[in-house]
T-cell receptor
């Protein structure tokens, strides 16, 4: 089983649409969780951290279900500028007492928002 | 906003040559990392560095790779004898304590081995 698994897409949606991305992770000892976005041939940029209680940042909502080892990202009212690859990222900081925060990335989900 | 700076942005080298990729992490960060991304593939962990020593490394990080923090600001990745399969984007990252903060990545060095 892949450590972090995402639907690769691509998702093609019109402006204004709502789109949801899903992610599962295999290491139950994982400590923290993030969504990053990556534009073509650029560095990953932190979009938001994901908390068990769920969290929202403007049009973006992230959810974490530790029991199911499942993470989601919802984007409402999609903009053209949201077109990117969305990376589900898991941090094993401190897991087993030896990790210094290795990030494990999913393959990414490609989103294209069209006019 | 503080940045992680990487140089060069693009390096072309011949197979078998040594390359050094350079990074200047954010000044008050304590944990430093190298990741790589082969074209079309996912971002992969190479190595983490804390308190002037390697704290964790992946299977990719074999004897051909080394890291160094030669002074208080630079953090380098050296590949001793490059192979064609080392061609990738190499990202440096740093964090003060990333449990819930996430990491800041540099803009990357595109390494092309010919």
């Amino acid at each position: 089983r892949k450590e972090v698994e995402q639907d690769p897409g691509p998702f093609n949606v019109p402006e204004g649409a709502t789109v949801a991305f899903n992610c599962t992770y295999s290491n139950s000892a994982s400590q923290s969780f993030f969504w990053y976005r990556q534009d073509c041939r650029k560095e990953p940029k932190l979009l938001m951290s994901v908390y068990s209680s769920g969290n929202e940042d403007g049009r973006f909502t992230a959810q974490l279900n530790r029991a199911s080892q499942y993470i989601s990202l919802l984007i409402r009212d999609s903009k053209l500028s949201d077109s990117a690859t969305y990376l589900c990222v898991v941090n094993d900081w401190g897991a087993g007492g030896t990790s210094y925060g290795k990030l494990t990335f999913g393959q990414g989900t490609i989103l294209t928002v069209h006019p | 906003e503080p940045e992680v700076t990487q140089t060069p942005s693009h390096q072309v080298t011949q197979m078998g040559q040594e390359v050094i990729l350079r990074c200047v992490p954010i000044s008050n960060h304590l944990y430093f990392y190298w990741y790589r991304q082969i074209l079309g593939q996912k971002v992969e962990f190479l190595v983490s560095f804390y308190n002037n020593e390697i704290s964790e490394k992946s299977e990719i990080f074999d004897d051909q790779f080394s890291v160094e923090r030669p002074d208080g600001s630079n953090f380098t990745l050296k590949i001793r004898s490059t192979k064609l399969e080392d061609s990738a984007m190499y990202f440096c990252a740093s964090t003060s304590h990333g449990t819930y903060d996430g990491y800041t990545f540099g803009s990357g060095t595109r390494l092309t081995v010919v």
